[in-house]
């Protein structure tokens, strides 16, 4: 009868933590359960055992393990501090003196961990429960913990699987939420989008080389030039193509992990919103803060990170007792990463993390009521997507873009593709760059049409920009040549090999040649 009263105990106990105050099921093993309470700071953690033992040191051996177990509890789930409750419930308390094991255990180097061991067991006169100090001052535990001793045993019985079965019902009831909460959506869109990508990617292959700036430049890769140039579509375009088939493969795996889970959770339509958002906005920050051609789904599959931070900041115990920790460890490598390698385009990813982190609270959580926090999130994503264009003229480097795109012409050149190499020295040369490299390519291209007298200009424009420019010199040494002015070619040749720090074989000759007229 007495260990019947207890077992009821223990259950009713267990059933009032979890009805009652909403605490959260970790562990349940027999007579052994462990529940979390974060509605209060620090966060509780009880470990509730039905158990009957003689000897004070084989608590002691428990203890010790249970508050090793709390600890790495709450490493685990991020927490600052813990708060446990190592309760058990036994008919009667040790034979010998178990005093000291009332005392606060300390767990971890800076003891954020303090693990409390009480008692409940039965008094022998009253039949009643009696509660350690510790339980009775907390002012939350049961106040219906004895038991009527009229009760029959049959009665105990029956309220005990009474207790059992509502546990198992609200148990079974927030499981149904919680895959209700992962099981909004099926991931077609996901796939979809892969196969998209490994789709443009071998088309790509097929048109020219994945890993040339020429041919990325002209699928629609982000090219900021082209952008301030009127190209807006590169925005979204240059979402779904990759730089090599590492790039592809890699993104390709994060977008099959990520995006299953977040389309999952979302829905669809809200994945759609959360991707495509996040990407433009990854763009938009690379194009502001990021000069070099770039590429790949890399900003908006860092959106899915932040949508998940979103579902996180919702239901937070839920994400880290599932994917907390996990999500948070990857997502600091991939940024780590990306601020440690140069040609990483680590502002991309930032801009599409918080991109998806707005866009996941502007269109929230299924079933997830309406906030005034929206209307932020949308005026905070409208600002993130008009700040580029603003504040362009003023802030990006228009020398940088024009050095850009005089490199981009050379690559042309080297090719013979002269009209090409026209289109992005023409937009630069019109604005009036100081970039002396783009007078200096056009010049050579109007020697190419047999313009003497533009290429010679450009020449000396080329020199006014950068007065070190070598080349404009060793060609301005050949036009004048011809015009038969031996003197300044020799002048011009003399301080193109000057200013060439590996004092080019071809510069040599041609001072030879005309030392020797």
Known sequence: MDSLRHDYRFWNLVHDLVIRKNCQLLFHKGEEVWLEDDSVKPTRIFRIVRKD??????????????????????????????????????????????????????????????????FIFQDEKTQGAVLSERLLQSGFLLSNLPVDGELEPMQLDAKMVALKYELKLYADKKKKEEKELFSFGK??????????????????????????????????????????DGEWWRIITSMFIHIGFLHLLMNSLALYFLGTLVERIYGSFRFVFI?????????LVSFW????????????IFGLFGALLYFGLNYRKLFFRTMGANVLIVLAI?????FLIPVVDNSAHVGGLIGGFLAAYVIQLPKQKKSVKQLIAVVSLFIMSLVPFLFADALLPKDEFDLLEAQIAYLYIEEEKLSEAYTFLERPYARG????????????LKIKDEEISEAKELFEQALEKNPNLHPAYFNLS????????YDQALEYIQKAIELNPDRDEQYIERLKELENR
């Open 478 to 485: 050949l036009i004048v040549e011809a015009e038969e002015d």
């Open 187 to 228: 991931p077609m869109v996901t796939y979809a989008l892969l196969v998209m990508n490994v789709f443009i990617f071998i088309l790509i292959e097929l048109y020219g080389d994945s890993e040339s700036i020429l041919t990325l430049v002209e699928v629609g890769a982000k090219y900021s030039p082209l952008i301030l």
């Open 334 to 338: 991939n940024l780590a990463f990306g």
């Open 289 to 300: 803060m990021n000069l070099s051609i770039g590429a790949g789904a890399s900003g908006a």
């Open 433 to 444: 760059t100081d970039v002396g490299e783009i007078y200096f390519y056009l010049g050579y």
């Open 53 to 118: 033992l003689d000897w004070a040191n084989r608590y002691k051996e428990e203890m010790v393990a249970t508050a090793k177990k709390m600890e790495l509890i709450r490493r685990e789930r991020r927490l600052r501090e813990v708060q446990a409750e190592n309760i058990y419930v036994t008919v009667l308390p040790p034979v010998d003196d178990y005093s000291s094991l009332t005392s606060p255990l300390y767990v971890g180097k800076k003891k954020k961990t303090v693990v409390h061991t009480s």
């Open 275 to 283: 991707y495509f958002t996040a990407g433009v906005i990854g763009t």
